[in-house]
């Protein structure tokens, strides 16, 4: 059957095809130790689940707004207060099925074919596929692991042509956990002062994932020149064990977010109406399990960080936020298994799933073909014994 021809610029998930091939591997009775989630590993918080359930028992399931409850709106917009200091109205938001969704509004409203969006590499796996989709073209910038997987502001400059319409930035990052301070914010506001037609997404999925003590900051809080220009991206998703319920959303300049809304409309129409409600809750309730969570990543990743550093070659960038850790395996590059060589991260995934019966994601997934994503969404118990595996399996190449 013919396809059509947008879905030749996009390839399958990286995440899911390590998964299939976890489950195939499970199938055949191997028990696998699944680095490769990117989802907490616990269950949505009871009052916000209840808030849910209380939804449904009040019969509040039928069609919304297509933007979202003003009640959703507006506990985005005092989260937005309280977390970001920035002001703003019911006009600035749309609440879509996940945050994945929102970004792709985004981009379906403001790209036209032709149209560069600066993507800093390593970038999240969806990024360059959803540009692809609205016809844009994806400009990767590379930001190598000395410079801590930041962008630069000397690249970004280099990287804009007048055909930029648009910058990601995400912070803490997936796959890296590094996040960018105000500093190097205000450094790359200066490039983007200076080229007023290029628009700012800023990813800040995980952004109550911060550790070591870090202050939350993003480009619209360190420039207040910049604001009508950037568009925040958030959702329940991480922050608070919701990945199921899929509620996301964008804020930012109203006549986007108007013509955003309207483009939903003839899609999704609004995301679920109970989902809304439960986030709502998450939003607006008690934050203290979300702020457990965070410490109980926060002590994972030291630990992580520990047993990384004891694996001969491995360096790592110690992540500032998020559940992520994105190790740089080169030094096994070109070495031997048997007949099996090592070429690259798609190969050492592969092995590990083999021979550790351990799921990673290969870092060319993510752009970076020198490291292997690990989440480190699981129990202490399983990242003891799946970082053991890694190490055996590790001393099995010569
Ligand atoms: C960087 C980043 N942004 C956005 C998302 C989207 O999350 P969701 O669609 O579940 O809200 C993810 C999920 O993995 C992510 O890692």
Known sequence: ?????????????????????????????????????????FDTPQNIGNAGMESIRKGMTRYTAVGGINELKDAVCSTLKADYGLSYGRENVLVSCGGKHALYNLFMTLLDPGDEVIIPSPFWVSYPDMVNLADAKPVVVTCPQEDGFILRPENLEKAITPRTRLLILNSPSNPTGKYYGADELKALAEVLLRHENVLIASDDIYYRILFGGKKWVNLAMVEEKLRDRIFILNGVSKSY????????????????????????????????????????EALAGDQKPAAEMAKVF???CTRVLELLSAMPGITCAAPDGAFYVFPNFSAYFGKKF?????????????????????AVVPGEAFGENNCIRFS?????????QGFDAVARALRKLS
């Open 1 to 41: 059957m013919k396809l059509a021809a947008r879905l030749g610029r996009i390839k399958p998930s990286a995440t899911l095809a390590i998964n299939a091939k976890a489950n195939e591997l499970k199938k055949s009775g191997v028990r696998i130790i699944n680095f490769g989630v990117g989802e907490p590993d």
């Open 241 to 280: 064990c919701m990945t199921g319920w899929r509620i996301g959303y964008l804020v930012g300049d109203r006549t986007v977010i108007k013509a955003a809304t309207d483009f939903q409309s003839q899609v999704t129409s609004n995301a679920a109406s109970i989902s809304q409600w439960a986030a709502v």
């Open 376 to 384: 480190y969404a699981l129990s202490d118990e399983e990242i003891e």
């Open 338 to 358: 048997g007949t099996r060589t090592i070429a690259g991260s798609l190969d050492l995934a592969d092995f590990l799933m083999e021979e550790a019966h351990v």
């Open 298 to 300: 926060e002590r994972r």
